[in-house]
């Protein structure tokens, strides 16, 4: 059976998905893969596009009536999430009076933003690589950074302002979700369940075998260097992605509940799990 499946050039992605679409682990099923940015990947899943992608938590609420969620896959943690930074300290109340720069609309950086910012007003999209240079470039007063800019930000001089996980963190006393991969609705079950159980064999041979992954992993991180491509990875894939669990699972109902249409409610409704 051949799907289609997006997901993200980042070094988790490449990482936890390395052994999947090299066809180390089946040949069950083949993949029509796209890499792409995250917003654009959330875009195309906006279209009901691929079959298998890589999404913001943020963005679900909106495609929930096309996809469920995976157990494994998962970007989800404690110290993981969207930095605001800026050049220099900019008092919080001040912060709705500012230009910010956001890494995509429909980004789970975004939705956390505004549970913090409701009231900004001059918010700019960018591609999450270029929020930096538009901060020292002066086009924007502050920025939300995500993904390895986490690691290169005080190298360039500037600060951070707050780390929206922790907020997040503190708010709900559970681990901030970014995002995770849907799986189309439609798909028999047994489809969904093979997939979902391929791609946590996925992220354990990675685990195992780091070094085998690391060429495909550069391949699609030219500009990174080993150091931030390892620190990348060992921050954003952990236990989470390879099973969400009860706990995971409840910090991504929390964080989407408002936007999710009442009869979504249902975990077996939301995510394919054993």
């Keep these: 059976m051949n799907l289609s499946l997006n997901f993200s050039t980042c070094p988790n992605d490449t990482f936890m998905f390395y052994a999947l679409v090299h066809g180390l682990l089946t040949d069950k099923y083949t993949f029509d893969v ?6 654009d990947l959330n875009l195309l ?8 992608t890589k999404v913001s938590y943020g963005t679900y609420p909106l495609i929930a009536e096309h996809y469920q969620l995976l157990d494994s896959g998962s970007a989800l943690g404690k110290g993981v999430g969207p930095l605001l930074i800026s050049k220099e300290t ?17 980004t789970t950086a975004h939705l956390l933003f505004n549970r913090v910012f409701p009231d900004v007003m001059d918010k700019r999209f960018y591609l999450f690589s270029q929020i930096e240079d538009a901060i020292l470039n002066n086009e924007v007063d502050a920025g939300v950074i995500i993904h390895e800019s986490r690691f290169t930000y005080q190298a360039k001089g ?7 996980g922790d907020e997040w963190e503190k708010m709900s006393g559970l681990p901030t979700p970014l995002g995770g991969i849907a799986i189309r609705r439609s798909l028999p079950d047994d489809v969904k369940h093979d997939i979902n159980r391929l791609l946590r064999e996925s992220v354990e041979y990675a685990f195992q075998h780091p070094e085998n992954t690391m060429g495909f992993v550069s391949q699609f991180a030219q500009e990174l260097s080993t150091e931030v491509m390892r620190n990348h990875i060992g921050l954003y894939v952990n236990d989470f992605s ?8 409840k910090a ?17 409704n939301v995510f394919v799990y054993e």
């Design 34 to 39: 796209h890499l792409d940015d995250i917003e």
């Design 45 to 52: 899943a906006l279209e009901a596009k691929p079959d298998i």
């Design 90 to 106: 900019i008092p919080f109340d001040e912060v709705k009076h500012k230009r910010i720069a956001l890494p995509g609309e429909h």
């Design 158 to 164: 500037l600060t951070k302002l707050m780390d929206l």
């Design 242 to 249: 390879i099973t969400l669990g009860q706990v995971g699972r």
């Design 252 to 268: 991504i109902v929390q964080l989407i509940s408002n936007n999710l249409p009442a009869y979504n409610f249902d975990e077996r």
